[in-house]
């Protein structure tokens, strides 16, 4: 687990390392999206309380934050792009 | 082109995957299988999110990652209360998706600070969970290895997550003006913090104890809560895009230690990815401010220099003008060049400046946009803003590119920027912002303000600009500025 919490620094680090500013907002939007993943480990606890219902609260809680972490992070991220996609043809006409 | 090989290729992994096994490792090999290609997904996503061009399907294919991973979840072995979960997401999603979609387009970077937090306390909630369980394992003193391997990241997990949590929240309010903007301070700040994190300390070696461990893991909980208001409460407005992108690696790192604990792949990769590109995205932001991310956690913006600044600039004046007399002035110079800010952003009035640059071209004026790295709330801010206003993506400049060009330009339009055309940034050694890439805008022939009032910008800095002899002022609030300007050039 170790080697691939290292690899993944990595990749973390590489894959953003060429970013242009302009896209530094939708960047951090889309990571904050992506981080929404803690939701699955909620579901699990969830998913496993059984009858223990403090595990059931305490997932149940998780699960709605991370819901709203990553509806509203991949939403929000979306509309943010959107203007830019808009934009791309356009930009490819005009340096011609 | 490998962007269009790879993700079928992944699907065929995922297919072959599961196959390989006996059908009795399904349940497993299912949500594997599903976590693997959602971390490629992912990275992918990250990827594409990178560039202006693909950014958006980068943020989609992330999408069906996720929901790849989720889906996967459902399948894992020892799974229940499933209308439990759906409940839940429904609760989660329906506030999520009407809260993003209703946003404005200003409030983006408030918005993204509440998700984060969403995400922290979630990873919070989860590390509360798995340390209930612990209770109950068996043998009475945890050997190493557990202790190393689960409870270290679970205690991280409630801790960076709660942080990130309320942290979050306030630098929500901060932006939102439900908390002041203003960097709040008290005496012993770094000494108390500092105790905060020992206590923070102490409570995780209490919750080893078992007699004590319940109210230890209480009190790490309220600790770590407090930590993230005491630690965003100081910071300045105008640093917060900073403290966002740290607190947002923050909760990356919060999910990643969470999987850890849980030993899910996909959330210790998309987590790290996240806490890794996150502290990049920071590091790259703190560049483009020239501010160091010790100065912004612990230092202080605006601080002494401010006093000598303003007492310096209080002997001169600030030129007021006319809307007629500055449409006169653009609508007959040969080059303007428009300096967006916040300002810009909270009037809402890009649709405004797209019009009255248009207008302007049909004189034969060439109108160009200067976007500082860090103009508005956030990096990239700007670019956003301008292209929802359809502002043709060649027009809008870089700092490196419009810096030369200022020389030539007749006029230079300022809109609601403040800090970013401050030449104390080049000139003065003393000013909080020296040192700060600024754009030039005081080399333009004429230049002309459009600001809501007297007072200082965001940083809380005393702007000479707005006291030079080519500086003209148009005070008000944008859109009105703007339609005004508006309408007399059409005057003209």
């Known amino acids: 687990m170790i080697y691939i919490f290292v690899l993944a620094i990595f990749t973390g680090v590489e894959v953003i390392s060429r970013v242009p500013t302009v896209l530094h907002t939708p960047l951090m939007s889309g990571a904050n999206a992506i981080h929404g993943i803690v939701l699955i480990g909620g579901v699990i606890v969830l998913g496993r309380a059984g009858d223990n219902m403090i595990l059931f609260a305490l997932g149940f809680i998780a699960v709605v934050f991370g819901t709203l972490n990553v509806v509203g992070g991949f939403v929000v991220t979306d509309r943010m792009l959107e203007m830019f996609k808009a934009k791309a043809p356009t930009k490819e006409k005009d340096a011609k | 082109m490998i962007h269009i090989i790879l993700p079928p290729a992944a699907c065929l992994l995922a297919t072959a995957l599961p196959t390989a096994e006996p059908p009795s490792g399904l349940q497993t090999n299912i949500p594997e299988a599903a976590y693997l290609l959602a971390s490629l997904l992912f990275i992918f ?338 670019n956003v803003l301008l292209a929802e206003a359809d502002v043709p993506y060649p027009k809008l400049l870089d700092m490196e590119e419009v810096n030369p060009e200022f020389e030539q330009a007749d006029v230079a339009l300022i809109i609601g920027a403040n800090d970013v055309v401050n030449p104390a940034a080049r000139t003065e050694a003393g000013s909080p912002i020296y040192g700060m890439p600024i754009l030039n805008a005081d080399k333009a022939k004429n230049v002309i303000v459009i600001k809501r009032g007297r007072g200082t910008g965001f940083a809380g800095i005393e702007n000479s600009l707005f006291y030079n002899p080519n500086t003209r002022m148009l005070f008000g609030d944008a859109k009105k500025a703007l339609q005004e300007l508006t309408t007399e050039v059409k005057a003209l």
């Open chain 2, 45 to 382: 996503g990250l990827k594409r999110l990178s560039s202006p061009r693909t950014a958006r399907s980068g943020n989609r294919v992330a999408g069906i990652g996720m929901a790849l991973a989720l889906g996967g979840t459902f399948v894992l072995p020892g799974m229940g209360n499933f209308g439990w979960i759906a409940l839940a997401i429904v609760i989660g999603a329906i506030p999520g998706w009407l809260l993003a979609k209703r946003v404005k387009m200003t409030a983006m970077p408030q918005m993204v600070s509440l998700f984060n937090g969403m995400g922290g306390a979630c990873a919070m909630f989860i590390s509360l969970g798995e340390i209930t369980k612990w209770e109950g394992a068996p043998g009475g003193k945890p050997s190493v290895m557990a202790v190393v391997a689960y409870a270290f990241p679970m205690l991280l997990g409630i801790v960076l997550g709660g942080i990130s949590f309320t942290g979050s929240l306030v630098a929500f309010g901060k932006l939102q003006g439900l908390v002041s903007e203003k960097p709040v301070r008290w005496p012993a700040q770094k000494l108390i913090n500092a105790a905060v994190v020992l206590c923070i300390l102490g409570a995780a070696i209490g919750v080893g104890g078992d007699s004590t461990r319940t109210a230890a893991v209480l009190i790490l909980v309220a600790l770590a809560l407090l930590l993230g208001v005491l630690q965003v409460l100081p910071i300045g407005g105008a640093d917060m895009p900073v403290v966002i992108s740290v607190l947002n690696s923050c909760t990356g790192l919060a999910a990643a230690v969470t999987g850890f604990a849980m030993t899910n792949m996909s959330m210790i990769i998309a987590g790290t990815l996240v806490g890794a590109a996150g502290s990049l995205l920071t590091v790259l932001m703190c560049k483009a401010m020239n501010r160091s991310l010790a100065k912004v956690i612990f230092g202080s913006f605006g601080g002494a220099a401010k006093g000598q600044a303003a007492a310096g600039a209080s002997d001169k004046t600030q030129r007021e003008i006319a809307a007629p007399e500055c449409a006169i002035m653009m609508g007959y110079a040969r080059k303007v060049i428009i300096v967006p800010g916040y300002g810009l952003a909270v009037a809402q009035a890009q649709h405004l400046v797209h019009e009255l640059d248009d207008l302007l071209e049909k004189r034969g004026v060439e109108v160009k946009y200067a976007i500082h790295p860090v103009a508005g709330r956030m990096p990239g801010h700007m």
